[in-house]
C-alpha cells in the first residue's frame, strides 16, 4: 500500500513552455502533498505544500507564478511549471501523506526529471 | 529550528566492509520522526525506516541496522558486509508532521 506515481516521469520541453506534472495516490486519499526540487548531487528541497481544496503553501524563495500547483481532490496534485527555462531544469519529486493516518510519514513518488532546451 | 546534519559527504568502502553514515539532528519537538531512505541513481527514494523519537530501540534488518540516541541527538546507519548493490545516496530526515527536513545525503561507493 501507500503507492505514489508521477507522471511523466521525465520529459523534455522547449524553453518558454509550460510543462505539468502529475502526482497520483493510487491507494489512499491524501489531504496533504508535497513539492521537492533536487539538483544534481544536492538534497531535496522542498517548494511547496498543498492541501485538498485549498491554495498551495510555497516556501520562501519559490516563485509562486512560475511554480503553479494544484490540489483538486484527494488523490491528485499537479504541478506546472510556466514559461520553462533552461535553469529550471531539475529533478522533481512529490509526496504525499495518508489522510487516513495520524502519521508524520511521507510517501513518495518516483520523481520526475524535467529538462528544458 | 529543525536541522538535519550529515557530515560524511561522500564514503568509498571495499565490499565485505563495514560502513556507518552519520546522522545528526536538531529540534525542539518532543514528538518527531527519523527516516532513513536510499536513493540509487534512477532517483526514486527508497524507504528504509522510520523510527519516532519515544523508541529509542536500535533496530536490525538483514545487514542494516540503526542506532538512535536521543542523548546525542543522533541515528546512525550501519551497513555490515557492503555489497555493490548498496551504492547509492543514503538521506537522513526528520519529521515534525508538518514538514520533512532533509539532510544533504551521504554517497557510498562499495567497491568490488
Known amino acids: 500500500g501507500a503507492v505514489v506515481s508521477q507522471h511523466p516521469s521525465w520529459v523534455i520541453c522547449k524553453s518558454g513552455t509550460s510543462v505539468k506534472i502529475e502526482c497520483r495516490s493510487l491507494d489512499f486519499q491524501a489531504t496533504t502533498m508535497f513539492w521537492y526540487r533536487q539538483f544534481p548531487k544536492q538534497s531535496l528541497m522542498l517548494m511547496a505544500t498543498?492541501?485538498?481544496?485549498?491554495?498551495?503553501?510555497?516556501e520562501q524563495g519559490v516563485e509562486k507564478d512560475k511554480f503553479l500547483i494544484n490540489h483538486a481532490s484527494l488523490t491528485l496534485s499537479t504541478l506546472t511549471v510556466t514559461s520553462a527555462h533552461p535553469e529550471d531544469s531539475s529533478f522533481y519529486i512529490c509526496?504525499?501523506?495518508?489522510?487516513?493516518?495520524?502519521?508524520?510519514?511521507?510517501?513518495f513518488g518516483p520523481g520526475t526529471r524535467l529538462t528544458v532546451t | 529550528a529543525q536541522k538535519v546534519t550529515q557530515a560524511q559527504t561522500e564514503i568509498s568502502v571495499v565490499e565485505k566492509e563495514d560502513v556507518t553514515l552519520d546522522c545528526v539532528y536538531e529540534?525542539?519537538?518532543?514528538?518527531?520522526?527519523l527516516f532513513w531512505y536510499k536513493q540509487p541513481p534512477s532517483g526514486e527514494l527508497v524507504f528504509l525506516i522510520r523510527?519516532?523519537?519515544?523508541?529509542?530501540q536500535n533496530e536490525i534488518s538483514g545487514r542494516y541496522s540503526w542506532n538512535f540516541q536521543k542523548s546525542t541527538s543522533s541515528f546512525n546507519f550501519t551497513i555490515t558486509a557492503s555489497q555493490v548493490v548498496d551504492s547509492a545516496v543514503y538521506f537522513c530526515a526528520l519529521s515534525n508532521f508538518n514538514k520533512f527536513y532533509f539532510g544533504s545525503g551521504t554517497k557510498l561507493n562499495v567497491k568490488p
Open positions: 523510527r519516532n523519537s519515544f523508541d529509542e
Open positions: 498543498s492541501n485538498e481544496g485549498s491554495k498551495a503553501t510555497y
Open positions: 529540534t525542539r519537538d518532543t514528538t518527531y520522526y
Open positions: 509526496s504525499a501523506r495518508d489522510f487516513a493516518e495520524i502519521s508524520y510519514e511521507q510517501y
